[in-house]
């Protein structure tokens, strides 16, 4: 049985990030409807619930951080909308293509972000409210929801000191500093581990390095523990 080590989080945490959920879609179609409502447009794309889970239950992910939700929303929104207008006489074959071209897209601009591909899908299956907005999709609603998600997220997790959002705004935790230099692991090691995984690991290097300090930190392994015991105790 595989163990999901993601979820070992606190309650609180759970709460918390429920909050934030609900605080985010909030303020997104509030200020949708303030700006948007009464001109034609769509008030607010389904993806950003996708995008509140990751900003608000998982915000020190890469996928979660500003530039993958901007620019993942954008750019696949632009392909989203290319292919409806290029492909649209076959909606199949338009929204397939919109989402494996926006999947090569954002992995070379390095803004891999899922909740994208759910933004192209609805640029072109979205109906005729959206094909009509034509590339304006892609200030009004996509940029408009994305830009207040982002602002929220930052606001919202800025109170909790554990929640480092955006990760590049802050400096190692106190957990890695205080680590001797011979127990963390070398970045060119930590390149070298990747690329012979091969795939995404939604992980930020500090989070890797303060997990394996803390590793170190932590209680024995029950094991080793009983290793080290007396003969006596263990019989």
């Not at 955006?166 to 070298?192: C, F, G, N």
């Not at 303060?210 to 209680?219: D, K």
Request: net charge negative; hydrophobic share 50%.
């Amino acid at each position: 049985m595989v163990r999901r080590l993601a979820y070992s989080v606190s309650e609180r945490e759970h709460w918390i990030s429920a909050a934030g959920g609900l605080v985010g879609i909030l303020v997104v179609l509030w200020s949708s409807h303030l700006w948007i409502d009464g001109h034609g447009g769509v008030l607010a794309i389904a993806s950003m619930g996708a995008s509140a889970v990751l900003l608000f239950a998982a915000p020190h992910g890469a996928l979660s951080q500003p530039w993958p939700v901007l620019g993942g929303h954008l750019v696949s929104a632009l392909i989203g909308v290319t292919c409806a207008r290029w492909f649209g006489g076959d909606p199949m074959l338009a929204a397939s293509l919109a989402v494996a071209l926006s999947i090569a897209a954002m992995y070379s601009l390095r803004c891999l972000h899922p909740p994208g591909g759910a933004t192209a899908l609805f640029a072109v299956l979205g109906g005729e409210p959206v094909h009509a907005l034509g590339y304006g999709y892609l200030l009004s609603p996509v940029l408009l929801n994305v830009v207040v998600l982002v602002t929220v997220a930052v606001a919202f997790n800025a109170p909790f000191a554990w929640r480092r959002y955006p990760q590049s705004w802050h400096q190692r935790t106190q957990a890695v500093a205080r680590a001797d230099e011979k127990s963390m692991i070398p970045h060119s090691s930590l390149v070298y581990a990747l690329s012979q995984i091969d795939t995404f690991v939604d992980i930020s290097e500090d989070d890797l390095q303060r997990i394996y300090a803390l590793a170190l930190e932590g209680a024995p392994h029950p094991a080793a523990e009983a290793a080290s015991q007396p003969a006596e105790v263990l019989r």
